[in-house]
Nanobody
Framework: QVQLVESGGGLVQAGGSMRLSCAAS????????MGWFRQGPGKERQFVAA????????AYADSAKGRFTISVDNAKNTMYLQMSSLKPEDTDVYYC???????????????WGQGTQVTVSS
């Protein structure tokens, strides 16, 4: 069993920064990649960023490029998403995920956290 717990969400003004964390526990050896996704009310879950567990490869949605940075601390079994230059349109619930395939597709991830709300005020 795998447990993922996000933290670090909240309210921030436009132009500000925020760091999300995703702490993993359980069978952490069972996946090779982790990712961040976002989802708004009535919308499909959207890809934000992905990283392979070794940290050697990263991928970003176009909306995140240049503003967000995904990273992992293997010693702490924790993934991070550093977000800067935040915009009101970044407002959503953000989910971390872990899976056996390095991918931008939500369907390729097997484990999900409970989500953390990010709200960017204008």
């Amino acid at each position: 069993q795998v447990q993922l717990v996000e933290s670090g969400g909240g309210l921030v003004q436009a132009g500000g920064s925020m760091r999300l964390s995703c702490a993993a526990s359980g069978r952490t050896f069972s996946w090779v990649a982790m990712g961040w996704f976002r989802q708004g009310p009535g919308k499909e879950r959207q890809f934000v960023a992905a990283i392979n567990w070794s940290g050697g490869s990263t991928a970003y949605a176009d909306s995140a490029k240049g503003r967000f940075t995904i990273s992992v601390d293997n010693a702490k079994n924790t993934m991070y998403l550093q977000m800067s230059s935040l915009k009101p349109e970044d407002t959503d619930v953000y989910y971390c995920a872990a899976g056996r395939r390095y991918s931008a597709l939500a369907s390729n991830y097997d484990y999900w956290g409970q989500g953390t709300q990010v709200t960017v005020s204008s």
